[in-house]
Every structure is written in C-alpha cells, then in structure tokens.
C-alpha cells in the first residue's frame, strides 16, 4: 500500500513536472523568439556527415555530401566552444551522418559530461556500427537522448530502404545498451525507436511494435519524406502507426503547412551549424553557409550575423516577398515556399 502511494506520488511529482517543463520551455521559446539579441542554451552541430549506409531516400549521402562535404566535429573544436561558452547546457549532436563514426565521439561525451553539457542525438543514428567502449561511454558520460532510426522488422525489409544496413546488428546493439543500463541503474541514455513506413515494411508495424517492447523502448512513426511512396493500405496504417495522416502531400494539404514545420523555430532557439563550424541556421539547410563560422568567429558573432539577423525577421514577418530571402538559405526550402505561399508566418508554439 505504502510503495504503491509512494509510486502515486511520484508519478503525479514527475507529471507535473513535465507539465511545468512545458510551460517553461514554451515561455523561453517565446523569449527567443521575440528579441534580436539571441540568448540560446541549446545548439546543434553535426558531429559527423559521414555515414556508413546508402539509404534510398538520402539524398544528402547519394550526393556526396553535397554543399556541407564530409567530415566531423573535432574534440579541439568542441573543447574550445564550451569553454567559451558557459551558457550552452545542450548540444544535439545528429544530423546529416551517423555520429558514432566519430572518432573523437567518446572523449566529447566525457567533456560535455564534465562540465554539465547534456547530449543528445534526436535527429537520428543508424545504430549498425557502435563499439563496446562507445556503449559504456554513453552509460557513463549519461548521454541523454538517441533516437534509433529503424525502418522495419526484419532484416529482409529493413534492409531494402537502409542500404548496407544490419538489422540484427542494431537489434543486438539496442539490446546491449539496454542491459547496460539495466546493470548500471541508470535511466540515461533514454531511447526512443523511429520508424518511417516505406513500400518494403508496411506490413511490419505491429511486429516492429511488439519488438520495441520487448526491448522496453517507445516507438514513433514518422511520415516519409519520398513522394514515390505511397501506401497501399492507408486506412491500416493509420490505425496500426495512429498516424493521422499517412504522407506528407496529405498533411500539407490538410494544414496548409508542411509537416515538421516547426524545424524553422531553430533559428530562434537552437541553431544548427555544420561539423566544421559553418553556420546553417536550420536542419534542413543542406544548400548553403552563411558567412559565419563558430570556431573561427565564435558564437555571439554567428548569432549576429547580418544574413542570419535578416532571415530572422523575414522568417517573422507578415507578408514576406521572394524577393527579400535574395541570398538566404532558407529560399530553396520548402517549408519557407509553403510558408510563403500559403501566407503562414512562424510562431513560437503558444
Ligand atoms: C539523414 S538521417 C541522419 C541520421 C542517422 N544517420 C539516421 O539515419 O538516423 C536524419 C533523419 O532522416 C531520417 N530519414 C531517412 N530517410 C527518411 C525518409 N525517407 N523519410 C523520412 N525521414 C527519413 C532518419 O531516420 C533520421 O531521423
Ligand atoms: S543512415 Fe542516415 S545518414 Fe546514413 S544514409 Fe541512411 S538516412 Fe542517410
């Protein structure tokens, strides 16, 4: 009776919380929304672009890198930026490549961790090439969050979109993270399992759900970006994923808003920049730097940069011309042409 009122009252503690996090996180986001003079404690660097797979879909790694080229962020580079910046408690360390072909990655988590910088990996890792010292390392260093990109059920399925990919390999790899953990007593670092439905594991969702928890995992669809893909049985994925939509064509057309839009509140609050310290402004600018670099001008500079500052307030106003995005990063994307086109200006989510 007593552990059960005790377990109540934590839950109902840890509830409300998260509930407070929400509101704050939702209040700072509006802070840094509405001043030109950003104060951020959150950023994104890209701690490798090369990757060891060729999915189908990846145009970035097909492409060769395109305009960000291949490399990674260096534990000089990541040394020298925390130490000049106090301020930072976050960094998101995935984007375009597969983090754990980073060979400094074990030494940054032990400095991120050594001086209070909470890591996490939510944009994505493949999760087929991670060694045993790396697995105790993201115990030890309490790395805080992975989301595990796993596009089936079955090496079959799986391999056909994530090309090169071993989904045994990464099963057993989620698997070990997890005893360790569990051997550990430690919640860090949370996992979440994300799965894009595609033509090849459409019929693999409930067996993907039922693998998830067996690893005591929670698992996410998200809709693919490719617009070859078009699902055979909307209805029962809708109901097996509890998507509502099931492309992003339907969600747009239904909002009038692309999905995944709020990628643009980046540039308010956690700013991307590229693994060699380039500025990118957002995730999905694969295109084009501004002219600002973290590790040669730092970060105040980068954040004042007279093209990032200018994106910052097109990005806000009303009525916004093509025109005006002349030489912004941000004019190739399709979000902002959505944004444009259907006169949708951004907002800082409350
Ligand atoms: C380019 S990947 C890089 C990170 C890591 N290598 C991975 O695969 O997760 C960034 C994100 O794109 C996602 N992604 C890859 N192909 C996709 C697709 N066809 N539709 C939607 N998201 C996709 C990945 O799952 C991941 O969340
Ligand atoms: S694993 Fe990620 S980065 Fe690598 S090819 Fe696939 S989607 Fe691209």
Known sequence: MTTYYYKRE???????????????????????????????????????????????????QKSNGRELGYGYLTLEHFVDFIDKNPQITRVELSNYGEIFLNPDLIEI??????????????????????????????????????????????????????????????????????????????????????????????????????????????????????????????????????????????????????YLNDDCLQVFCDPQFNWDGMLLGCCRNEWAFFKSNLFVDGLEKCLQDEDFQRMRAILKAKNPSQNQMEGIPCRNCSIWKSRHKYGKTIHPGI
């Open 10 to 60: 934590i839950g109902a503690y840890m509830i409300r919380s998260r509930i407070l996090n929400v509101f704050r996180g939702a209040f700072t986001r509006k802070r840094q929304f509405e001043t030109s003079k950003m104060q951020i404690n959150t950023i994104r660097i890209d701690a490798s672009s090369i990757c060891q797979l060729r999915c189908t879909g990846c145009g970035f």
């Open 109 to 258: 988590m032990a400095y991120a961790h050594k001086k209070g910088v909470a890591l996490e990996a939510a944009m994505g890792v493949n999760f087929n090439t991670v060694s045993e010292d790396q697995m105790q390392a993201l115990v030890k260093y309490e790395f805080r969050f992975l989301s595990l990109s796993i596009d089936g059920a079955s090496q079959e399925s799986y391999s056909k979109y994530r090309i090169g990919g071993d989904f045994d390999r990464v099963i057993a790899n989620v698997k070990r993270l997890q005893d360790l953990k569990k051997e550990r007593g430690v919640i860090y670092p949370k996992l979440q399992w994300q799965f894009v439905p595609n033509e090849h594991n459409e019929d693999d969702v409930l067996q993907a759900k039922a693998i998830a928890a067996k690893l005591g995992i929670p698992i996410v669809f998200k809709l693919n970006f490719m617009t070859s893909y078009v699902p055979k049985d909307p209805e029962r994925l809708k109901t097996e994923t509890g998507l509502t939509e099931v492309t992003r064509q339907e969600y747009l057309e239904k909002y009038k808003i692309p």
